[in-house]
């Protein structure tokens, strides 16, 4: 199920160049990617199973695969430039 959210809004008197400056600013910071994950058995006896994944990026479609979230976290940092994510939560 899909769920839609209003993170803003804009005045109807705002002129058309500025909320078309506003869509082409926001568009240029937003990445919009494809991240699935799936359990595999592991297949040696009674082992524990192995979580896999793929994430792909919507505008090239340049699609990596993981077995480790760091993998996947450095594909979304290249991607994006959102380095100051990677800092834990006391600033390092």
């Known amino acids: 199920m899909a769920t839609s959210v209003l993170l803003g809004t804009r005045s109807d008197a705002d002129e058309p160049r500025t909320k078309n400056l506003y869509m082409t600013t926001a568009a240029r910071r937003t990445h919009v990617f494809v991240v699935r994950m799936w359990e595999e058995p592991r297949g040696i006896g009674d082992g524990p199973a192995v979580w896999r994944g793929s994430a792909e990026r919507a505008t090239d479609q340049k699609q990596i695969y993981f077995d480790r979230f760091s993998v996947l976290t450095s594909f979304l ?11 834990d939560r006391n600033g390092n």
Do not use: C, F, K, Q
Request: without cysteine; charged residues 20%.
């Open 77 to 87: 940092v290249e991607s994006t430039g959102a380095t100051a994510m990677m800092r």
